[in-house]
């Protein structure tokens, strides 16, 4: 059986104090059907981590570098972020992707550098609205997915974020969703080392309070990663509740 995971990604916003008014928010519900997790910048990682203790509220960081330590200025290892105690880390985020040229490559090599450091990667994948439209999705997907998979052991979660969907307010239909999901399920059952019916695939893509029961109904979709509505409490947490309610 998989247990519901939602995780918000704040990317780079807000001051110490909104990040830990919005952290103190979320942690006044005590959560025990679905996994709660927060992806803050580095910058406000401290300062979360030390609300978060003695709560069963996870916390993610929101990439890392592929390398162990060294001269790499403005980077993070993983390393670094057990030490503050994260459990997992976003890697292959779109924005990454287009902004920051983290091909499947690196993606591959900074999720393989998580699992060393015990650290469980979220490899985000999605297509771009022009893949979509020339029938190319699945394609895009399973050749980010192999890319990865040539380097990681069983223990990841996947997200799907179709780009055209991300920060857009227009998020995919739960049917579009769920097609690509089970997709990924039975690719990763025969591609990687993980168990494909325990394996969590989150969707993310502007999920909002008014369209997560819908999106979370969908047998493959195991919770979703969140951008803008995470940056609310009361949305981000009228998701999780959305979670709880329909998954698992
Ligand atoms: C994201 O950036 O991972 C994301 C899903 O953003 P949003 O929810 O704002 O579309």
């Not at 008014?21 to 709660?36: A, H, M, P, R, Y």
């Not at 300062?47 to 980077?75: P, Y």
């Not at 920051?100 to 999605?126: E, H, N, S, T």
Request: charge should be negative; include cysteine; hydrophobic fraction near 40%.
């Amino acid at each position: 059986m998989r247990k519901a995971l939602v995780a918000g990604n704040w990317k780079m916003n807000g001051t110490i104090n909104d990040v830990k008014e919005l952290t103190s928010k979320i942690c006044q519900t005590e959560w025990n059907d679905v996994d709660i997790m927060l992806a803050p910048s580095f910058a406000h990682m401290h300062s979360v981590s030390e609300i978060l203790s003695g709560t069963n509220v996870l916390l993610a960081g929101q990439d890392c570098s592929e390398f162990d330590q060294g001269a790499f200025t403005g980077e993070t290892s993983a390393d670094m972020l057990a030490d503050l105690g994260c459990t997992h880390v976003i890697v292959g985020h779109s924005e990454r992707r287009q902004f920051f040229g983290d091909d499947d490559l690196r993606v591959a090599r900074k999720a393989r550098k998580a699992q060393i450091k015990r650290l469980c990667p979220i490899v985000c994948v999605g297509e771009t609205l022009e893949e979509r439209d020339s029938g190319k999705t699945t394609e895009v997907i399973e050749r980010q997915l192999c890319a990865v998979f040539e380097m990681i052991e069983n223990k990841f979660v996947i997200a799907y974020e179709p780009v055209w969907a991300i920060g857009t307010g227009k998020s995919a239909t739960p049917e579009m969703a769920q097609e690509v999901h089970e997709n990924i399920r039975q690719y990763s059952a025969a591609h990687s080392h993980a168990n494909g019916s325990d394996l969590r695939i989150l969707y993310g893509g502007s999920v909002k309070p008014d369209n997560a029961d819908e999106l979370f109904s969908m047998p493959d979709i195991d919770g979703g990663l969140i951008g803008g509505a995470s940056l609310d409490s009361e949305s981000f947490l009228k998701i999780c509740c959305s979670a709880a309610k329909l998954i698992n």
